[in-house]
């Protein structure tokens, strides 16, 4: 599979984000196409990895197709022969499309994102080890970094067009969207979430933590949109080793943050724009990383 950083297609380009290009198809669709950019810190890395837009794409694409009785999706196809059969356009850029495109129900996206924690990690533990709250509401005392939470925590957050994404509370997001679908944008992520991690434990992974995207089709229908627990949008931890009390090995750019990391405690980057130049190893590792958290929760090769 060729590397892209950036596709070129024959359709309207409406967004490009920091990992995938977004095009307009006739027919209230759209089709995403997740490169193999890769950020870090909230900077583009220079250098691609290989296979990554591939991993991230069939890994939704699997959990659509397992979640499909669960929740409405915006997925169409993301086989390649299906989308240009739907959009011929696209047949002389089909080495473009294979494996990373999606072709999607267009609809219009509520400006939250969906997180839900069943494990204490990363920001949310850096907030509850300082005042013991999340998003300034309490939590119950004595969690432990990494620990299971028995009921898991409903965190929205706002989606920032550059940056980090802010926590607010569920209030908050009443404000914001409304009492009815904030109760039913809650109510679907933890549906959705229950059912992924019972399936990715019993593959030998946990999913600490992860976030959702909604949208509203013309019709009115809320459905689950964009990623869906890929190793970008989840916190993946092997389920062997697994040990409360301190931070987890992760199946995602773990190798690419940890080499990034010395270089700024080096003084060697300081964290702005241009990124520092990857070496071949960390590439690999990281790409090697991806592939491993495909195979191990959908038991499949990505070739």
């Not at 006739?26 to 995403?32: I, T």
């Amino acid at each position: 599979m060729m590397l892209m950083t950036t596709s070129d297609l024959p359709l309207k380009l409406i967004a490009r984000g920091k990992v995938r290009d977004v095009y307009e198809v006739e027919g209230d669709r759209l089709l995403l196409v997740a490169t193999d950019r890769v950020s870090a810190y909230d900077v583009v890395m220079a250098e691609p990895i290989p296979m990554k837009g591939a991993v991230l794409t069939q890994t939704s694409a699997w959990w659509f197709r397992q979640l499909g009785t669960v929740v409405h999706h915006h997925m169409i196809s993301a086989n390649a022969d299906e989308i240009i059969a739907a959009v011929p356009a696209l047949a002389p850029h089909r080495e473009q499309i294979v494996g990373r495109a999606m072709l999607c129900v267009r609809g219009t996206v509520f400006p939250i994102e969906c997180v839900i924690r069943g494990y204490l990690s990363g920001s949310a533990w850096r907030e509850y080890s300082k005042s013991g709250t999340l998003a300034g509401e309490k939590l119950p005392a004595g969690l432990k970094e990494s620990g299971k939470i028995e009921t898991p925590i409903f965190s929205p957050a706002t989606k920032a067009e550059s940056g980090h994404d802010e926590n607010i509370t569920v209030g908050r997001m009443r404000e914001l969207l409304g009492a009815d679908v904030t109760a039913e944008l809650e109510r679907l992520t933890r549906i959705v979430y229950t059912s992924g991690r019972d399936v990715a434990l019993a593959n030998g992974i946990i999913i600490a933590d992860t976030k959702f995207e909604f949208g509203r089709a013309r019709n009115g229908e809320i459905l689950l949109i964009d990623e869906v627990m890929t190793s970008d949008s989840s916190r993946f931890w092997p389920l062997d080793g697994y040990a409360p009390g301190k931070p987890q090995p992760s199946f995602d750019k773990q190798p690419l943050r940890d080499w990034l990391d010395v270089e700024r405690h080096a003084g060697r980057w300081n964290g702005d724009v241009p990124p520092p130049k990857l070496p071949p190893e960390v590439v690999d590792a990281t790409s090697k990383r991806y592939l491993e958290a495909y195979r191990r929760l959908t038991g499949l090769d990505l070739a």
